[in-house]
């Protein structure tokens, strides 16, 4: 599973901004950079939706703060 | 006021008051912040958060201290797996501690510990999701200086009660996540509400008052509004990024070699003291 955290539009994000200025300053054409996170996870459970749920609550208990982070959640079996 | 309560045995005395600074892998200054307190009177005991869990009780403390530093190496966001430990490991005792109006200081990434754990700005008591963050510095990185910050607090907060509104400290920031910031559609409706509330507590200014407006780096971080710290609706638990314990001896001023005489004491021994004063009176 993966979670990935990324900033909600709106906020400015420095990290990317500056990543953006320098890609710039190294001729590439970069309009703008975003800087997300992404959580790697791997757990056992019965069901996918019930991955998915108990994902959704990690985000909301630890992972991301509403004040400013979006998350998305890719649940995927491991073979 | 105090002292005659002291004089008739109806308040506490200095020397009883038992602070806790609590301290996990990567705090820092916890020593400097007990030493801050045992120079006032006041008994402080720097304790492991492990410990505390293991065998002790917040409720054995009048006050509670978050300090400064890196806990948990900032990993998630800075102070978040501290405050969510601390909500599942001593959330029961937290809240009664609350609840009971003894106060909690947050400096630095104790403040970032306060915001992620609900405890900050507190609108409506204890949050169960953050209602502001300590976002990375704008400008960018980890900025260590002496800032001027300006009190905006008329009574609630118990921390500052004994400096004057308006009165600009002078105190040092070290931190790279400590740019104040609401959720974009509640920045107005928040602002308003600290303002409502007497809950602002520092902006960050300029040596003679005048607010930085956002600009580097008379406000260090970018932070909203430039607030430096705030408390919740009661005024018991306080939260600031600049750091009171190390401006608190004369010896600790970046000017001291230069200036032939300086004052015994820095502006952050205002906090400690306003905060053992509502001790004094409260227990």
């Known amino acids: 599973m993966k979670i990935e955290v990324s900033l909600k539009p709106g906020h400015s994000d420095p990290e990317g901004e500056t990543t953006a200025r320098l890609l710039k300053e190294l001729g590439y054409k970069v309009e703008r950079v975003g800087v997300s996170k992404v959580y790697s996870l791997s757990l056992e459970a019965e069901s996918l939706e019930g991955v998915a749920a108990e994902a959704e609550e990690m985000c909301k208990r630890l992972l991301a703060n509403p004040t400013k982070d979006n998350y998305a959640i890719v649940v995927e079996e491991e073979k | 006021m105090e002292a005659n309560l002291e004089q008739r045995g109806l308040a506490m005395k200095r020397e009883e008051i038992n602070v806790c600074v609590l301290r996990v892998g990567g705090t820092n200054c916890d020593a400097e912040t007990k030493r801050a307190f045992d120079e006032l009177g006041v008994q402080a005991e720097v304790v492991h958060v492990n410990e505390m869990v293991k065998r002790r009780s917040l409720l054995e403390y009048n006050a509670l201290v978050f300090p400064g530093g890196f806990s948990y190496g900032d990993y998630v966001r800075a102070g978040a797996i501290w405050a969510k430990w601390i909500l599942a490991k001593l959330g029961k005792e937290l809240k009664a501690f609350v609840y009971e ?89 928040y602002l308003k509400r600290l303002y409502e509330n007497d809950q602002l507590v520092f902006r960050y200014c300029k040596k003679n008052g005048v607010y930085a407006e956002g600009r580097f780096p008379t406000n260090p971080n970018g932070s909203f509004h430039d607030i430096v710290g705030v408390c919740n609706r009661e005024g018991t638990i306080f939260g600031l990024m600049p750091h009171p314990e190390r401006a608190f001896y004369w010896w600790q001023q970046p000017d001291w070699t230069r200036r032939a005489r300086m004052p015994q004491y820095g502006d952050g021994k205002l906090i400690f003291e306003s905060l053992i004063e509502y001790l004094v009176k409260k227990f």
């Open chain 2, 101 to 189: 109006n003894r106060p909690v200081l947050g400096i630095c990434n104790g403040f970032q510990v306060l915001v992620e754990a609900g405890l900050l700005p507190g609108f409506e008591g204890i949050s169960p999701y953050p209602e502001a963050a300590l976002a990375t510095n704008f400008p960018p990185g980890y900025n260590c200086r002496w800032v001027y910050i300006k009190h905006e607090n008329d009574v609630k907060c118990v921390f500052t009660r004994k400096i004057p509104k308006g009165k600009v400290l002078r105190m040092p920031v070290a931190h790279s996540e400590g740019r104040l910031i609401f959720a974009k559609e509640k920045e107005k409706q």
